[in-house]
Nanobody, 115 residues
Framework: QVRLVESGGGLVQPGGSLRLSCAASESINSINVMGWYRQAPGKQRELVATISSGASTNYAGSVKGRFTISRDIFKNTVYLQMNSLKPEDTAVYYC?????????WGQGTQVTVSS
C-alpha cells in the first residue's frame, strides 16, 4: 500500500505559477513510475507528466515547456512546477504511483487559473 498526499493547489492568475507536491508513504526508489494526472469538469482524466525510478520524464504536449516534474528521493516527494499557467490548466490534479505491487492515486488537489 502506498499513500499519496498532494498539496500546493490553489487559485492563480493566468501567467502565474504553482508548485504541487506529492508525498509518498513509501520510498519512491521502489516505485517504478510516479506522475501527475488532471481532470477538468466534464472531461476524462489525462496524463500531465511522469518520472520514472531512473529519473526519465515524460510530458503531455499541452504542458511541455511550461511544467517540470521532479523528485526528492530523500523526502519521498514528487513535485510539479507549473509556470505560465493558462485557464485551460484548471483541473483537479492527482498524484499517481505505479509500484511493482500495485497502482495508487492521491486524493487530488484543485488548481484554478482565473483572473
Amino acid at each position: 500500500q502506498v499513500r499519496l498526499v498532494e498539496s500546493g493547489g490553489g487559485l492563480v492568475q493566468p501567467g502565474g505559477s504553482l508548485r504541487l507536491s506529492c508525498a509518498a508513504s513509501e520510498s519512491i526508489n521502489s516505485i517504478n513510475v510516479m506522475g501527475w494526472y488532471r481532470q477538468a469538469p466534464g472531461k476524462q482524466r489525462e496524463l500531465v507528466a511522469t518520472i520514472s525510478s531512473g529519473a526519465s520524464t515524460n510530458y503531455a504536449g499541452s504542458v511541455k515547456g511550461r511544467f517540470t516534474i521532479s523528485r526528492d528521493i530523500f523526502k519521498n516527494t514528487v513535485y510539479l512546477q507549473m509556470n505560465s499557467l493558462k485557464p485551460e490548466d484548471t483541473a483537479v490534479y492527482y498524484c499517481y504511483a505505479a509500484a511493482p505491487w500495485g497502482n495508487y492515486w492521491g486524493q487530488g488537489t484543485q488548481v484554478t487559473v482565473s483572473s
